[in-house]
């Protein structure tokens, strides 16, 4: 059923208190998750910034360090996983705050604050930060396979494991973006509260990472993925109790 | 439907900008807020409106037996005011059907279209933001604030930037809101002074 709006109606009712269901919420969460991506097709701001820092970082890594894929040590595998999540974090520290910084700078946070629920704008923002980094893991993954010329001895372990390690810099960094989106010193800030946050699943993610490259079996790497999995609830359940107070401050 | 204000102060850091601000506005009433810039007439819209919260005293809305804090009556308000921006990169009729979806509202693309007319953008439903005008611009924020049919109307500066007709146009809102509920005008401009039931002049201490 839908309603129509007519200014000189007497409309008498009184505006029932919103819906606070879940359905309801999911609902206005996709609509901020599809306005944020409406929004960055048409400014390209975030994207641009994170992908032009994965190519210009993967690149000079590959003219710098040359063709590791061709030695095959334990400690090669480790410095092309380490090298791997390195140009993965900086471009994620450059570009995930956008979401936040750009409705305060636009000064549409008000607009955002007078109508949705807090609960919708995390769950959209993270929707659209995990978005971005899950396209920012496929583009740098790509680009260091062909470039330095690493060789994925389990593919699928290798997908799954950049999946988890993208869903926890987005799950630790979401909020803190909305920390920062309010700060004078944006940028600088961001990294300073968002590394050690994320120094622990780093770790487990590049040594994860520097698995898969072998061929070994999804068990290998299961430790590291449950690992990354538990520090993706406990970040994301913690987020969105804390978010209502940083979003309402 | 009321609105209790008692006692109120508010500020900035330790600066208190309001002191002891107290009054009642009932159903169909129009307060007209005014007083020199940094009086501090915005600021009382914005805690009307539960985006800011007071240094002291009390404020609730009552809707029958119910009482809302502002921060609880965000879907009573209907907020237009010159630091309320809306999304460039989309267009108007996007823009609207955006904030009804987020506030849960199932509102046809029909209906947005009729409000666009309504306030006269019928027209440039379609066009982005960025190319607004301000008079467009502030055209489009009474459409932010009329979609879902608010019982309170909060208006700062109403009239800034609107041409004669969207001068007219805000009487016609201003006009049916005092059978819809409340309106509560901040203004400089002695011209709005005529929509009053109740004044509160604010003055610099």
Redesign the interface.
């Known amino acids: 059923m839908t309603q129509s709006v007519d200014i000189d109606s007497p409309d008498t009712d009184i505006p029932a208190l919103p819906a606070n269901g879940i359905a309801t919420t999911l609902r206005a969460a996709w609509a901020i998750f599809r306005k944020d991506i409406a929004c960055e097709l048409r400014t390209r701001y975030a994207i641009n910034t994170l992908l032009l820092f994965a190519v210009s970082a993967t690149t000079a890594i590959s003219l710098g360090v040359g063709f590791l894929g061709l030695r095959r040590t334990q400690e090669a595998l480790l410095i092309q996983s380490a090298l791997l999540w390195i140009a993965l974090l900086f471009a994620a520290l450059n570009g995930l705050s956008r979401s936040f910084v750009y409705e305060e700078e636009t000064r549409t946070l008000t607009a955002l604050r007078l109508t949705a629920s807090p609960t919708a704008v995390f769950l959209g923002k993270f929707c659209f930060n995990l978005t971005l980094v899950l396209t920012l893991n496929l583009v740098t993954s790509l680009l260091f396979i062909v470039l330095l010329r690493v060789r994925v001895g389990s593919p699928f372990a290798f997908g799954a494991m950049l999946t988890m390690g993208g869903l926890a810099l987005t799950s630790a960094t979401t909020i803190i973006a909305a920390i920062i989106s309010r700060a004078s010193f944006k940028g600088a800030l961001f990294a300073v509260l968002a590394f050690p946050l994320l120094v622990a699943p780093l770790i487990v993610a590049i040594q994860g990472t520097a698995q898969t490259l072998e061929n070994v079996t999804f068990d290998v790497v299961f430790g590291s993925l449950r690992f990354l999995f538990a520090y993706v609830v406990a970040t994301f359940t913690a987020s969105l109790l804390l978010f209502p107070f940083v979003w309402e401050s | 439907?009321q609105l209790y204000v008692s006692q109120l102060s508010a500020g900035y850091n330790a600066r208190l900008i309001l002191r002891g601000i107290s009054f009642e506005l009932h159903r169909g009433e129009v307060l007209v807020v005014s007083g020199p810039n940094g009086s501090g007439k915005s600021t009382l819209l914005r805690i009307l409106?539960?985006?800011q919260v007071p240094a002291g005293g009390t404020v609730y809305y009552t809707?029958?037996q119910q009482q809302f804090a502002p921060?609880n009556a965000?879907?009573?308000?209907g907020?237009v005011a010159p630091?309320?921006?809306?999304?460039?990169?989309?267009s108007g009729i996007?823009n609207l059907r955006?904030?009804a979806?987020?506030?849960?509202?199932?509102?046809?693309d029909?209906?947005?279209y009729?409000?666009l007319d309504?306030v006269g953008l019928g027209q440039r439903g379609n066009d982005r933001l960025a190319a607004y005008s301000s008079g467009m611009t502030q055209r489009l924020r009474y459409a932010?604030a009329?979609?879902?049919?608010?019982?309170v109307l909060l208006l700062d500066e109403p009239t800034v930037t609107l041409d004669e007709r969207g001068t007219a146009f805000v009487d016609?809102?201003i006009t049916?809101q005092r059978?819809?509920?409340l309106t509560v005008i901040a203004t400089n401009d002695p011209r709005e002074l005529r929509y009053a039931d109740l004044l509160l002049k604010l003055a610099i201490e």
Not at chain 2, 83 to 90: A, P
Not at chain 2, 101 to 108: E, H, I, K, P, Y
Not at chain 2, 146 to 151: F, I, Q, S
Request: charged share 20%; aromatic share 10%.
């Open positions: 439907m409106a539960g985006l809707v029958g921060r965000r879907h009573l308000v907020w630091d309320l921006s809306l999304y460039r990169e989309l996007e955006f904030f979806q987020v506030r849960g509202l199932s509102v046809s029909t209906a947005l009729e409000l309504l932010f009329l979609l879902h049919r608010p019982a016609r809102i049916a059978q819809r509920g």
